[in-house]
């Protein structure tokens, strides 16, 4: 039968694009809040860090009703490290929005989450928003989005998409850019009419496949999924299986179920296939499960998902200040935290390594990894993590390495940089084109080339660049590269760090603690401009003496230090360095905090190279 009532869609972009904005005002505009209620901004967007940051990290469903058709709305992550985010919430929609911004046109992450809608045979609706920008490049961008579709192979259905142009800050959507829109209908009735309703198999048995987790501290956790086929009830006996693991085969009962409506969910007795429905009960399930009836047991097949490229090692905190400011700083506490993610995130992966203190932690990029560090660290948990390094795969004997596609928006005068440092980092240009008054320019580049470029790109494009990678292909290895060419420096002794000892280390380099900040041995304070390392005895006091100088009284000037935040920070370190998480504080370290071994250890090195 079909669904004439129902339509599941997914809301998918680059980032930055505006998904989550049209999200509200779709919400707004369905009556999903009473007209006087008080709604923040980027509704979806529930995390702290989502807010902060202003960026989509987890995909969230929501519901709106239309004309008597209730639309099942998922909105996806837009930057390319939560890629595995929209990969698994595909298996949930039977048609995607395509989002793109009227200036930027689309971009990197824009290419793959499209791919990915057109190898499921997804129907698109093209959505080109904020086309009230100054700078919006209309009839530009759905040329590029055309070329784009046949460059990815699009059936001829797929190439015949409607193109909306909207505005989500304004609320407005018109098929017709001679007609501006007054709202979003337009939007709302492409959607009903051009999504097709699914064909559902609503007297089979049950079979839900899980395409997502969550947890409640009062029901424990909860599964979120499509019903493939029949009829699912609270209180029904089940049984969980998996695709790639026929083996398993889990008794359950489903306690407490509901579906989606707004923002709550809604508890309900029953419901049907195409229903998209949250469930408690269960509590080993897994993304990737299938939920059965007892006496049909068929497992669902569950979308692949693109397998990592950065690594980490995550280990118990060793160092002088370990465990004063941490409430979970054990190998225990480390262990179940980094395996529970595991729970949640797809596209994570954690190994045991030969040390019972530490984990390999497996991850889509920089930022991938350090959202994970923060939520930990602000959950009390402290610890220490290496320098990410990318994940290499021997091909038919031959060494590959992760590339990427990096597309970057610069002022004219700023091109001349861009190149030279992607001539150092081995990058090959693909495309050079003219937006506007900036140029664009399209790389491919070694993943392990990007680490530590933001802030000399930021640097050289004086802060007005923009630049965007996501994951192209593994390629044979590239040959060496200089991850860093300054050095450290690095905390003589262990004390606080007083004006007098800073004043004389300041032009040494760039200083990243202020006067009264607790230093131990190895602690790295700064950053040299030379490519060795410094140590520098920050907590050295001045030398008193009975004799009085014109001069001796002058207050001593310091410049003000260099606040590194956390992905600054992973940008920075080197490979003998970790850094040090705490739930108070964030402190770059020497693996070897004793000067004399430290320097035997680098002799011993420089001279094995020799």
Not at 1 to 11: F, G, H, K, S, T
Not at 255 to 274: D, F, K, P
């Amino acid at each position: 039968m079909l669904r004439e009532d129902l339509r599941n869609v997914a809301i998918i972009a680059h980032v930055d694009h505006g998904k989550t904005t049209l999200v509200d005002a779709m919400l707004k505009q369905s009556h999903t809040f009473r007209d006087n209620q008080s709604v923040e901004e980027r509704v979806m967007d529930s995390g702290d860090l989502e807010r902060e940051r202003g960026i989509t990290i987890l995909a969230k469903n929501t519901s709106i009703h239309y004309n008597g058709v209730k639309i099942n709305v998922v909105d996806t992550p837009g930057h390319a490290d939560f890629s595995g985010e929209v990969e698994r919430v595909m298996m949930m929609v039977n048609g995607v929005l395509v989002l793109v911004d009227a200036a930027e046109g689309p971009m990197p992450q824009t290419r793959f989450v499209m791919q990915k809608a057109l190898e499921m045979g997804h129907r698109l609706i093209i959505v080109v928003n904020k086309i009230d920008r100054p700078d919006a490049r209309l009839n530009e961008v759905q040329d590029e989005i055309l070329e784009l579709l046949l460059e990815l192979d699009a059936s001829d259905d797929q190439l015949m998409s409607p193109v909306v142009w909207c505005s989500g800050r304004d609320g407005t959507a018109t098929l017709d850019l001679n007609q501006p829109g007054k709202d979003l209908t337009p939007l709302f009735e492409t959607i009903v009419n051009h999504i097709q309703p699914m064909e559902v198999a609503a007297d089979g048995a049950t079979q839900v496949l899980v395409s997502s987790i969550d947890y409640n501290d009062y029901v424990g956790r909860i599964g979120i999924g499509r019903i493939e086929r029949g009829v699912i009830k609270a209180g029904q006996a089940v049984t969980v299986c998996n695709y790639n693991n026929v083996q398993q085969k889990t008794p359950g009962k489903i306690v407490n179920l509901y579906q989606i409506e707004g923002l709550q969910r809604a508890q309900c007795e029953s419901a049907r296939a195409g229903d998209i429905v949250c469930f408690s009960g269960l509590e080993k399930i897994n993304i990737g499960d299938t939920v059965c009836s007892t006496d049909c047991v068929e497992p669902h097949k569950f979308v692949k998902i693109t397998e990592p490229t950065v690594e980490m090692t995550f280990s118990v905190n060793d160092s002088p200040f370990a465990g004063k400011e941490g409430k979970m700083v054990t190998t225990r506490h480390l262990r179940d935290r980094l395996f529970k993610e595991l729970l949640k995130d797809v596209s994570l992966r954690v190994e045991e390594t030969g040390s019972a203190d530490s984990y390999r932690v497996c991850g889509r990029g920089e930022m991938h990894l350090s959202i994970l560090i923060e939520n930990m660290r602000r959950e009390g948990y402290e610890f220490q993590v290496s320098t990410p390094r990318v994940m290499y795969k021997e091909i038919d004997g031959v060494k590959h390495e992760p590339m990427e596609r990096l597309i970057v928006d610069v002022p004219d005068d700023a091109t001349g940089a861009v190149f030279q440092s992607m001539g150092n980092r081995k990058g090959e240009l693909l495309h050079m084109s003219a937006i506007g008054s900036r140029t664009r320019l399209e790389f491919i580049i070694p993943a392990r080339g990007l680490f530590g470029y933001k802030s000399e790109f930021l640097t050289s494009t004086k802060g007005e660049g923009v630049m965007n990678s996501v994951f192209f292909e593994y390629q044979p290895y590239k040959g060496e590269l200089s991850r860093r060419n300054t050095g450290s420096l690095i905390a003589f002794e262990t004390g606080e760090a007083v004006t007098y000892g800073l004043f004389n280390a300041q032009g040494r380099g760039t200083l990243f603690i202020g006067a009264g900040t607790p230093v131990y041995e190895g602690m790295v304070i700064g950053e040299s401009p030379k490519s060795e390392d410094i140590n520098v005895n920050v907590c050295k006091t001045k030398h008193l003496t009975n004799t009085r100088s014109s001069a001796s009284d002058d207050a001593l000037r310091l410049i003000t230090p260099k606040k590194m935040s956390l992905e600054e920070c992973l940008e920075f370190i080197g490979d003998d360095e970790l850094l040090e998480v705490t739930p108070k504080s964030i402190r770059i370290r020497k693996r070897i905090l004793d000067s004399e071994l430290r320097a035997k250890a680098n002799a011993k090195l420089k001279k094995g190279l020799a």
